[in-house]
């Protein structure tokens, strides 16, 4: 006596129909990934820099997560404050060297600030040399200074009044940061100048004391004298630095 199945066939036309979807999926799956791994391959051939980003982006991810550091060194050099002389027009790169004999810093990271200055300078229409002379009068270069008052950083900011000012920047921290000292520093100068009706001078004393300052003490004299000493190592003249 023969048994017959009566649900065995659509079971088996089922599981077949299955097997073959999945085959279908699988191999087109796998056609899909075999040609975008060689569409990478061909776009990093093509673009060798992407492949740097590439690695970039993996080691950072890796670092992140504390995985390879025990015999990978984090990278910092790219968080420095600094720049090569050669990155910058003959002009800046005389300033950042005379900078740097004169206050005896570095002349890299002085580079960077030059070059920052410039573009504050278009961005405030302020003379960048007039910005670099504020930052030598008010701190000698030392970007953590702190006067008596309460102004710190480069372009002795006074932090607690514009505290504002470094949220952008990540708060009131930054104002340590040399790049974002710098940037809020030109920015309190350029609305300074603009509640002096424009005038230079008058900015320069109240970027120094505000509405009550009578008297400077000589401070308008030497941002002055630094900044016309700053355009003449631009013009190419021999200045010295003492």
């Known amino acids: 006596m023969i048994l017959h199945c009566t649900w065995c066939p659509p079971i088996r036309t089922f599981l077949r129909d299955t097997a073959r979807g999945l085959f279908i999926v699988t191999h087109s799956g796998l056609a899909m990934v075999g040609l975008g791994v060689a569409a990478i391959v061909v776009a990093l051939w093509w673009q060798p820099q992407w492949l740097n980003q590439v690695e970039g982006a993996l080691v950072d991810w890796l670092r992140e997560r504390q995985v390879l550091l025990s015999w990978l060194p984090e990278n910092t050099a790219e968080r420095a404050t600094a720049v090569h002389l050669e990155d910058l027009p003959a002009q800046q790169a005389a300033v950042a060297v005379w900078l740097g004999q004169k206050y005896k810093v570095a ?121 016309l000493l700053l355009d003449q190592v631009a013009a190419g003249l021999k200045v010295p630095t003492q």
């Open 107 to 227: 002349p890299e990271p002085l580079a960077a600030l030059v070059a920052e200055a410039h573009v504050l300078g278009k961005k405030y229409k302020l003379a960048p040399h007039l910005i670099l002379a504020v930052m030598a009068i008010e701190s000698n270069f030392h970007p953590y200074v702190q006067s008596h008052a309460g102004a710190q950083g480069l372009m002795q900011v006074m932090t607690g009044i514009h505290a504002h000012r470094y949220e952008i920047y990540g708060g009131k921290l930054a104002a340590f940061d040399p790049i974002s000292n710098l940037r809020v520093g030109a920015s309190v100068l350029a609305d300074a100048i603009k509640l002096r009706d424009g005038s230079v001078e008058g900015g320069l004393k109240f970027y120094l004391g505000g509405y009550g300052l009578t008297e400077d003490g000589g401070y308008l004299a030497k941002v002055q004298s630094e900044q």
